[in-house]
Structures are given as structure tokens and as C-alpha cells.
């Protein structure tokens, strides 16, 4: 969101909305205005009611021109701001919401944010996501037309985060991003019992306590660091100096098959070989730049996987490698271009 609202600020006014929660981080200064919405309720059906009517009335308030809403948690408050007047709707799917684990298993939640998504797609003047897997379910779905903007980072960060070494038998493994389910954080702590290095994990979700009760159940606390959250500026910093970078997933519906995540191409940028699923978009992205390898979502999988790029030199120093020729061409530089022209519309 940094990304895209620093881009836009290039051309327009633009305010960042979000929520404060009781562990949030202070804001960083940026070019754009941002906003935080405090609610009494921080999950649950009551969330998201309650924070749907705070947009609502937060855009009856300001009255914007346009409003970017991201994801479908986000698109109510602008369906019912659509019933008062009119404005430039652009919706931003980060992801296939409907199928993602804490919704496609729940009959009655997946058939209300179904709805919440037919109506979206109907009214919204544009549309994109962040993958042409997920872009082409979309078109096919509701024959409308979906753009696809990348979550890359930008290019001049490249020259800050050049890695120490062309490649180090010891060093730590690093996985960045929610601790949710299907993320396989759990197997990266079970398979450190078999792995010579650390595990540093960013990121806060729905798992942190059962995992931070994990590590202490298999007595695992001398190899395994949860950082928490950290500032994308200071990230970038410990990115750099990992061994190596994990990005498995378990196969838990559409979302996480098509999916597309932004640490695959941090890992790049920081010219960090990673072990990713063997999902359709990375595969793509393998063919034309080998810059990972492939692992089942298993501890075995895994294990083996750490143990290839530990032990393999040539493997390692070849990854490294390809990672800085693709940073040159997946980075944000060439995303904000078509961002630019989505909102030229």
C-alpha cells in the first residue's frame, strides 16, 4: 500500500485509511496523507460490520472522488456510500477472498462474502489483482475486465540490500508475512529439529501464540526468533543477510494456489534463493528467471529442500545470481507504469 499510494501521490491527493490496533506500530511519515480508524471489535462478524460503517460514514465525511478498496473486507463501506452518490470505484484484490482458508470452509461466510463480491464487480469501475491466474477466475467469472499489478518492490532498493557473500554454509532461513493457516510456518519450526541454521520469523497473525507454544513445546527457543512486526524499511535490512528465503503454502483452496506473494519477490530483491511451492504463477516466474526451488508442504519436503541449497554451491551461487537479473525487470518501476495508466481510465 506504501507502493501504490506513493505512486499515485505523483498525480493525485491520496489518503491512506486503516485501522489502529492496540499493538500497531507508529505511522512513518509518508508523501500521502493516512488515516487511522480505531473499533471497538478487532475480529469476528462485529469487526467487520463495525468497520464498515466507520468507512462509510468516513467517506460521507471527506467525500472522496475515487476510493481504492482492497480486498472485499473493505468493500462494504463503499457499496453503501454507493447508494448516496457517485464516485470512481477501483477495487484491489490482493487475493481470491472468497477462497481463502478462513472462508472457503464456512458455507454461510463464503455465501455472504460471494455476495459482497458479485456486487463489487458489478459497480467498480476497475478492477485489478496481483496475479493473471487470478485475473483470468475473475474475467471468466464475471466477465469483466482485470488488470493485474504485481506486489514488487522498487527497483532502487536493490543497491542497498546487496548481499554480503555469493554464498555462506551457515547463516539463518527467514519467513516473512502472516502467521496464518496454511502458511506451513509450523513445519518450517518442526524441520529445524533436522536443519544447521536459525529460523527468524516476521510477522504476527492467528497463529502467534499456538506458535510461539510450539517452539516451546519442541524445545526449539535457541533456533527459532519471532522479530514480530517490523517497518518494510528496517525489513529489507535483515532480508538481505538470511541463508535463505521460505515461502511454501499448503494447497487450502484458489486463493493460495493462484497466489502471488510480495515476500516471493523480497527474497529476489534482496538476492535471497527461496524454496516456494510449486504453484502455478512461481512456476512461472521459475521458467523465466530460476531464482527458487520447489518443496512439498511437508517437513520432509522442506528439510530436503534447506539441505539442497546448504549443500550445493553451484545451485546457490546460480539462484543468487538470477535473482539480481530478475530484480531488474519484477520490480516496481514497471508495475507503477500500469498502476498509472489503470487510473488514467
Known sequence: MIRICTSLQSKYDVMLVGRVLPGSKSLVPQSFKQHRIKCWYTSGPAFYIEYNIRLFLFFIRYKPETINTIDLDTAVGAILYSWFTRFNWVFDSHEHFTEVPEVTN???VKKIWSIVERIVFKKADTVYTVSASLAEIFQKKYIKNVGVIRNVPFLRYNNVVEPQSDFSE??????QGALNEGRCVDLYIKAMHQIDAQ?????????????????????????VTFAGKIHPEDLRHVTKNALMGLNVLENMGLSYYYSLSNKCFDYVQAQVPSISSNFPE??????AHEVMIFSEPTVEGIVQSVSELQSNK???IRLRKNCKAAAAEWNWENEEIKLLAQYEK
Open 106 to 108: 464456512r458455507k454461510v
Open 170 to 175: 551457515t547463516g539463518f532461513l527467514i519467513y
Open 282 to 287: 512461481y512456476a512461472t516466474l521459475n521458467a
Open 314 to 316: 553451484e545451485l546457490y
Open 199 to 223: 529460523l527468524y520469523i516476521v510477522g504476527e497473525g492467528d497463529l502467534s501464540k499456538k506458535l510461539r507454544d510450539l517452539v516451546k513445546a519442541e524445545k526449539l527457543s535457541h533456533k
